[in-house]
């Protein structure tokens, strides 16, 4: 029996060091790893709108396994490793922001490892400097060969400058001719003693392309708070395509020596893209103003794209005459109308929007669109018959307490012989939506040269019986389409047998909305600052509904809604809505 008990002492003592053994080589196996490291690279400095690399060096025996990098507290970025890698140089670009000079961005860089231990928190310092002043260089007079403004100047327009020489009504041989590049984001400011102009004459260029982060911008030399309307001149393009003024060759309104016209449909006058002009329209001669942008027979071979303006003095844009085709306009809060066509102007227009002011219209009365085909509504050749698709025109009034100017007229003054065709085009808060003004451009629409498709025209909640006024107590009182013209008594207007509210509507497409509340447009294109353009699907009668098939020129885009947006706003990044607030000068 004291053998046994011997054997099992012994038995029991032998698993226990066994265990011990055991225990001890596990220990052995587990290979305990440093946390990992980081460190910062050196700190970086630049003026706002400068890009530098946020960088540091990581190291983790154990294996990387995340890295978190904070932007002063706030997430910046993060990267997963799953490649077993011990190390790494990190590197992130960043775009200073719009920041005083002086402050500090601190970048705090964490790495953990596949043991999830995390290292001691480093800082990347990114301090923000001046931004040194703009040199300000004033151009006068003309401006010939190949001329280059860049984005590190201010360039004033002092009187009128002008690209090329051709100055007279019939060209002479060998003018001086001119090709102005411009870079993008640069800013251009117009003189307001001397009503600074850009005139680009017959035969020469423009080359303004901006980028959607950097337009080229015209505006006023006055400072925050100080600039109106008529500050400048406007940008003036002339061309050599065709028009319907006598003689095929004329001066824009207020001769400046603006002489446009020829023989050439598909001239090329240079291109535009992304470039706004603000504060321009300044009177040459009373009651004869500049546009923001003029165009005088700018041929086809032009590019115009991404354009902006913004409280002109007269037209947003006119068009006299020409071939040019365009793309994504914005016409904001002009005095008179936001697109004029007339003497012959042929071109092809789609996504375009218009947004007024309550209080700011024209003496002669302001409108959406205002077409012509000459000022005495002859059947001068070429006709004027653009054609026009996914265009928003929205009037100043929003509610029925909203004040407007009794100087608003209509969205669409369609006069004097016009043969213009609109398609996929939204009207709202204006005292009238469409108005086919005179027996010659009546008799276009029903000889089927004049043509509205897939056009919705929507009224203001509690404006007058019909939303336009009508039956109001307060003037101005309109009608969805005009059936009585202006005359005192009115006189009832026809197209054909049909009243026009009645040629309206047989017409394919053709709508008219109690309200543009129901249509899915956002209340903030009535106010200032930035709008939401996109459109609201769900709406009872969202401008993205039932609007029907129309096959159109090879120049349009596709597109299965009306008006100028949907779910996207091309307006983003580029475009301005509050101009006066926008330091320029620094």
């Known amino acids: 029996m004291q053998f046994s008990r011997l054997s099992r002492l012994f038995a029991a003592s032998a698993m226990a060091v066994s265990a011990v053994f055991v225990l001890n080589a596990c220990k052995e196996d587990e290979e305990v790893f440093p946390a990992p490291t980081a460190s910062a690279g050196a700190e970086a400095s630049g003026v706002p709108g400068a890009k530098v690399n946020v960088t540091a060096s990581i190291s983790a025996p154990a294996g990387l396994k995340t890295l978190t990098v904070l932007k002063n507290g706030a997430a910046f970025d993060t990267k997963t490793y799953t490649d077993g890698a011990t190390s790494d140089n990190y590197s992130k670009e960043y775009t200073i922001e719009s920041l005083a000079s002086g402050t500090t961005v601190n970048f705090t860089v964490i790495a953990t490892d596949t043991k999830n231990q995390a290292s001691a928190p480093v800082t990347f310092?990114?301090?923000?400097?001046?931004?040194?002043?703009?040199?300000?260089?004033?151009?006068?007079?003309?401006?010939?060969?190949?001329?280059?403004?860049?984005?590190?100047?201010?360039?004033?327009?002092?009187?009128?400058?002008?690209?090329?020489?051709?100055?007279?009504?019939?060209?002479?041989?060998?003018?001086?001719?001119?090709?102005?590049?411009?870079?993008?984001?640069?800013?251009?400011?117009?003189?307001?003693?001397?009503?600074?102009?850009?005139?680009?004459?017959?035969?020469?260029?423009?080359?303004?392309?901006?980028?959607?982060?950097?337009?080229?911008?015209?505006?006023?030399?006055?400072?925050?708070?100080?600039?109106?309307?008529?500050?400048?001149?406007?940008?003036?393009i002339c061309g050599k395509a065709k028009n319907n003024l006598p003689g095929g060759s004329a001066q824009l309104e207020g001769s400046y020596k603006g002489w446009h016209g020829g023989s050439d449909d598909a001239d090329n006058s240079g291109s535009l893209k992304y470039v706004r002009v603000e504060y321009a329209g300044v009177p040459i001669n009373p009651n004869q103003e500049i546009n923001s942008f003029t165009f005088g027979s700018v041929g086809s071979g032009t590019s115009l794209e991404y354009l902006q303006a913004s409280y002109g003095g007269d037209d947003s844009y006119e068009w006299f005459g020409g071939t040019v085709n365009a793309k994504y306009l914005v016409a904001y809060r002009g005095l008179d109308d936001d697109f004029d066509m007339d003497n012959g102007f042929r071109g092809n227009i789609q996504f375009a929007v218009g947004l007024r002011g309550a209080t700011s219209a024209d003496q002669s009365g302001s409108n959406g669109f205002e077409v012509d085909n000459d000022g005495q509504g002859?059947?001068?050749?070429?006709?004027?018959?653009?054609?026009?698709?996914?265009?928003?025109?929205?009037?100043?009034?929003?509610?029925?307490?909203?004040?407007?100017?009794?100087?608003?007229?209509?969205?669409?003054?369609?006069?004097?012989?016009?043969?213009?065709?609109?398609?996929?085009?939204?009207?709202?808060?204006?005292?009238?939506?469409?108005?086919?003004?005179?027996?010659?451009?009546?008799?276009?629409?029903?000889?089927?040269?004049?043509?509205?498709?897939?056009?919705?025209?929507?009224?203001?909640?509690?404006?007058?019986?019909?939303?336009?006024?009508?039956?109001?107590?307060?003037?101005?009182?309109?009608?969805?389409?005009?059936?009585?013209?202006?005359?005192?008594?009115?006189?009832?207007?026809?197209?054909?047998?049909?009243?026009?509210?009645?040629?309206?509507?047989?017409?394919?497409?053709?709508?008219?909305?109690?309200?543009?509340?129901?249509?899915?447009?956002?209340?903030?294109?009535?106010?200032?600052?930035?709008?939401t353009f996109t459109i609201t699907t769900s709406a009872t009668d969202a401008i993205t509904k039932g609007t029907s098939t129309v096959t159109l020129p090879a120049f349009f885009t596709a597109t299965d809604y009306v008006g100028a947006f949907k779910d996207t706003d091309w307006t983003a990044t580029w475009a301005e809505f509050n101009p006066s607030a926008v330091v320029y000068i620094k």
């Open 378 to 531: 002859t059947s001068a050749e070429p006709f004027t018959s653009p054609t026009l698709a996914n265009v928003s025109l929205i009037g100043a009034k929003q509610s029925q307490e909203t004040f407007i100017s009794t100087l608003f007229q209509n969205g669409m003054h369609l006069r004097r012989n016009n043969k213009i065709k609109v398609y996929n085009t939204f009207v709202t808060g204006y005292p009238n939506g469409v108005y086919i003004d005179g027996s010659t451009t009546a008799a276009n629409a029903v000889a089927g040269s004049l043509v509205l498709n897939n056009v919705v025209l929507a009224g203001v909640t509690g404006w007058g019986t019909n939303g336009y006024g009508q039956g109001a107590a307060t003037q101005p009182q309109g009608f969805a389409v005009r059936d009585v013209n202006t005359s005192t008594p009115a006189a009832a207007l026809t197209i054909g047998t049909q009243k026009p509210s009645e040629w309206f509507a047989s017409l394919a497409g053709n709508k008219t909305v109690a309200s543009w509340t129901t249509t899915g447009i956002s209340n903030t294109v009535f106010g200032a600052g930035r709008p």
């Open 125 to 236: 310092t990114v301090k923000v400097t001046a931004v040194p002043p703009k040199q300000v260089v004033t151009v006068k007079g003309l401006l010939t060969g190949n001329i280059s403004w860049t984005k590190d100047k201010i360039y004033k327009l002092s009187g009128f400058v002008r690209v090329g020489g051709d100055t007279t009504e019939t060209a002479a041989a060998g003018v001086a001719t001119g090709t102005l590049t411009i870079e993008a984001g640069t800013v251009i400011i117009g003189e307001r003693s001397t009503k600074g102009t850009l005139i680009i004459q017959r035969g020469s260029k423009i080359i303004a392309n901006g980028t959607a982060s950097e337009p080229i911008v015209f505006t006023s030399e006055r400072g925050v708070g100080e600039r109106e309307a008529g500050d400048w001149g406007g940008l003036v």
